[in-house]
């Protein structure tokens, strides 16, 4: 197992439109996170999972994100209607107990 | 969102000086964690602390768990140019509800290491 995957590493898109990042846990990672990080700022929470539900969501996370997990295992994270003030980095996180371990994040850009 | 206060914000040593920063909070953690963080990657945990008085080492690297669960700190010792990298202090509580899990962050302490 080489850690928690995310895909894509880098995403640019345009103003308004949709985005869908991905997120492979450690396998035998039950709870699975999603944050995100602006620049000059440590993460900020967002959701989280424990198995296939979703446990917690922050008021960060408005109706135009969604976060999946349906199986229990990879994670998604979509955005709908892009803005500007979304451009972050996307860090997600997987744990059994105790620390986390992070992913390397998607670094979205909007412009 | 809440973040825990997190100092100093940026620090310049000469390698081989021994480091310090803190990280403080106006609420109880059942745990604290240190993370460091290269440029455009995610954090990795350097150091866990589960217990209040803690002090834990992990190489260079030694944490302490405030006795008030409010504050902890991070020292390194002998700082080398790969410790190079922002460095981060996290607050987690078991307390309750559905926010189990869920880590504050420190806003991170710029670390610079000059050969």
Request: with cysteine; charged share 20%.
């Amino acid at each position: 197992d080489t850690g928690v995957s995310q895909d894509p590493r880098h995403k640019i898109t345009k103003r308004g439109q949709n985005v869908t990042f991905r997120c492979d846990p450690i396998s035998e990672h039950n709870r699975l996170y999603w944050y995100r990080q602006t620049l000059g700022q440590g993460p900020e929470f967002l959701t989280y999972f424990q198995n296939e539900a979703q446990l917690e969501k922050s008021r960060l996370l408005s109706d135009r994100f969604s976060a999946e997990r349906p199986k229990g295992s990879f994670s998604t994270l979509e955005i709908q209607r892009t803005e500007q003030g979304d451009s972050a980095m996307y860090l997600c996180a997987s744990s059994l107990e105790g620390g986390y371990t992070f992913g390397s994040g998607t670094r979205l850009t909007v412009v | 969102g809440q973040q825990l206060n997190q100092s100093p914000q940026s620090m310049f040593i000469q390698e081989g000086e021994d480091v310090s920063m803190n990280c403080t909070s106006s609420s109880i953690f059942n745990t604290w964690l240190w993370y460091k963080q290269d440029p455009g990657e995610g954090p990795v945990l350097l150091i866990a602390l589960y217990k209040a008085g803690e002090l834990t080492s992990n190489g260079r690297l030694t944490a302490q768990f405030g006795i008030t669960r409010k504050d902890s700190f991070l020292n390194i010792s002998a700082s080398i140019p790969s410790d190079v990298g922002i460095y981060f202090c996290a607050g987690q509580r078991y307390a309750g509800g559905t926010s189990y899990g869920k880590l504050t962050f420190g806003q991170g302490t710029i670390l610079t290491v000059h050969p």
